[in-house]
């Protein structure tokens, strides 16, 4: 019914000639003729019952663009398939404004992923990382839980010193006027972290639970809201409470403190999380390097159209997680040469990934079983308690993104151990504690 030629413009871009015969735009101009005239109300003519000629005297160019958009609907799909391309992105449409005496003819430009071939698996040299948690790591965790791990005890006499916990309702005022925001009831606050402005918390050491304390300070020039920013205050302060701080002294306090039996229980706890974030860790750093040699093992020229894409997809995560965050983006960052570059550079490597494990999955012929998804649901479900597995997993299978998601995990997982099956690679041990500085590091 349709012609299609098509004709190569570069690298991975073609344009796409398509003719329709004059019989199917005159079967489409015909039917929506016929809608018309079902739907329009003239002067003089019953519902319906408008001549055609009339119709096409009053309405020809309506007529003419309902049938293009029609015909370019019902054609577009079979066109593409036609051609025998697969687009990477939306082809762009063109309907020459100048059409030819007989049919009616529109032409794509469509862009399709690069084609590469899988090099031999077996040529790539990288590491092969095991990370590994021993006793150290451990005990470097019972030492944070003991220093973050504190209760406080109120007591009533309580001179307050700096570390203590107090309880405070504060009403803050400038030139004796009140400002918003600058009001809070049963705050509280721990002398010493910093959390108020400079000087406040210095003024209520040695305050006891009953205390009225009048605060004068000056907000900083620069504060975060501008109409506070260099203004002297003040705040009337009713101290609440005062708590004296309490860390576990034992393994054992530590434990009972934290909901656990003793401290065998604790370290139990400690030590089969350890040893899944060092599990973790060691497909992470082998992930990397596997990545990274499959890369550079491959040439891949990326077409233009589809690296834009893919930085318009990329920068809208970016905003998103941003305002996710509460975070308010710089009005110059989109604009800003660094991060269009790291957007880029970021597109391309994901781009290219993409490409090349897609060539690895059928090449070995990967794919994820129905009973795989259960047993990784499974294992996401263990962070919740008993009672409440179910209905996370339930969740999670009703949820398509988060599902197709977790596919794609398991299958790029695959994917990974699947390179380092066939690769030349390297055994790395590293501890934990190495591996955790590193990151930090990065």
């Given at each position: 019914?349709?012609?299609?030629?098509?004709?190569?413009?570069?690298?991975?871009?073609?344009?796409?000639?398509?003719?329709?015969?004059?019989?199917?735009?005159?079967?489409?101009?015909?039917?929506?003729?016929?809608?018309?005239?079902?739907?329009?109300?003239?002067?003089?003519?019953?519902?319906?019952?408008?001549?055609?000629a009339?119709?096409?005297?009053?309405?020809?160019?309506?007529?003419?663009?309902?049938?293009?958009?029609?015909?370019?609907?019902q054609?577009?799909?079979?066109?593409i398939?036609?051609?025998?391309?697969?687009?990477?992105?939306?082809?762009?449409?063109?309907?020459?404004?100048?059409q030819?005496?007989?049919?009616?003819?529109?032409?794509?430009?469509v862009?399709?992923?690069?084609?590469?071939?899988?090099?031999?698996l077996?040529?790539?040299?990288?590491?092969?990382?095991?990370?590994?948690?021993?006793?150290?790591?451990?005990?470097?965790?019972?030492?944070?839980l003991?220093?973050?791990q504190?209760?406080?005890?109120?007591?009533?006499?309580?001179?307050?010193e700096?570390?203590?916990?107090?309880h405070?309702?504060?009403v803050g005022?400038?030139?004796?006027?009140?400002?918003?925001?600058?009001?809070?009831?049963?705050?509280p606050l721990?002398?010493?972290e910093?959390?108020?402005?400079?000087?406040?918390?210095?003024?209520?050491?040695?305050?006891?639970?009953?205390?009225?304390?009048?605060?004068?300070?000056?907000?900083?020039?620069?504060?975060?809201?501008a109409?506070?920013?260099?203004?002297?205050?003040?705040?009337?302060?009713v101290?609440?409470?005062?708590?004296?701080?309490?860390?576990?002294?034992?393994?054992?306090?530590?434990?009972?403190?934290?909901?656990?039996?003793?401290?065998?229980?604790?370290?139990?706890?400690?030590?089969?999380?350890?040893?899944?974030?060092?599990e973790?860790?060691?497909?992470?750093?082998?992930r990397?390097?596997?990545?990274?040699?499959?890369l550079a093992?491959?040439?891949?020229?990326?077409?233009?159209?589809?690296?834009?894409?893919?930085?318009?997809?990329?920068?809208?995560?970016?905003?998103?997680?941003?305002?996710?965050?509460?975070m308010?983006?710089p009005?110059?960052?989109?604009?800003?040469?660094?991060?269009?570059?790291?957007?880029?550079?970021?597109?391309?490597?994901?781009?290219?990934l993409?490409?090349?494990l897609?060539?690895?999955r059928?090449?070995?012929?990967?794919?994820?079983?129905?009973?795989?998804?259960?047993?990784?649901?499974?294992?996401?479900?263990?962070?919740?308690?008993?009672?409440?597995?179910?209905?996370?997993?339930?969740?999670?299978?009703?949820?398509?993104?988060?599902?197709?998601?977790?596919?794609e995990?398991?299958?790029?997982?695959?994917?990974?151990?699947h390179?380092?099956?066939?690769a030349?690679?390297?055994?790395?041990?590293?501890?934990?504690?190495?591996?955790?500085?590193?990151?930090e590091?990065?």
């Open positions: 019914m349709i012609q299609t030629d098509v004709k190569e413009l570069g690298s991975h871009e073609y344009q796409v000639h398509v003719t329709v015969p004059q019989g199917e735009y005159d079967r489409i101009y015909n039917e929506q003729l016929s809608k018309l005239s079902r739907q329009a109300k003239l002067p003089g003519f019953r519902p319906g019952k408008t001549p055609p009339h119709l096409k005297q009053q309405f020809g160019p309506k007529l003419h663009e309902d049938t293009v958009s029609e015909l370019v609907q054609h577009y799909v079979a066109a398939e036609s051609s025998g391309l697969i687009p990477a992105v939306q082809p762009l449409l063109d309907i020459p404004a100048m030819p005496a007989s049919g009616f003819e529109f032409t794509m430009k862009t399709t992923w690069p084609t590469v071939e899988l090099a031999d077996a040529q790539l040299n990288f590491d092969a990382t095991t990370v590994e948690a021993g006793e150290d790591d451990i005990n470097a965790v019972i030492e944070r003991q220093k973050s504190v209760k406080f005890n109120i007591e009533a006499d309580r001179k307050a700096k570390g203590d916990q107090l405070i309702d504060f005022s400038i030139d004796g006027e009140e400002f918003d925001g600058g009001k809070g009831e049963d705050v721990v002398l010493g910093g959390r108020f402005i400079p000087g406040f918390e210095e003024q209520l050491i040695g305050s006891a639970a009953g205390d009225e304390v009048t605060i004068e300070v000056s907000f900083p020039a620069d504060y975060q809201a109409h506070l920013a260099g203004k002297d205050a003040v705040f009337a302060t101290v609440k409470s005062v708590g004296k701080p309490q860390t576990a002294q034992t393994e054992d306090d530590l434990a009972v403190m934290l909901g656990f039996d003793d401290a065998a229980a604790l370290r139990a706890d400690a030590e089969t999380r350890l040893r899944e974030e060092a973790q860790a060691s497909f992470t750093a082998t990397e390097a596997a990545l990274d040699a499959l093992a491959h040439e891949i020229t990326l077409p233009e159209a589809l690296l834009e894409q893919d930085m318009r997809e990329t920068t809208q995560r970016v905003l998103q997680n941003m305002k996710q965050q509460g308010e983006p009005a110059d960052m989109l604009k800003d040469e660094t991060f269009i570059e790291e957007v880029r550079t970021r597109s391309e490597r994901g781009l290219k993409s490409i090349l897609q060539q690895v059928e090449a070995a012929d990967l794919s994820v079983q129905d009973s795989e998804i259960d047993a990784e649901l499974d294992r996401q479900s263990l962070q919740y308690p008993e009672e409440q597995r179910g209905q996370f997993k339930n969740w999670i299978r009703g949820q398509q993104e988060q599902m197709s998601s977790l596919r995990g398991l299958l790029e997982r695959k994917c990974i151990e390179i380092v099956s066939k030349n690679t390297n055994a790395v041990k590293k501890a934990l504690s190495d591996w955790q500085a590193e990151q590091q990065a």
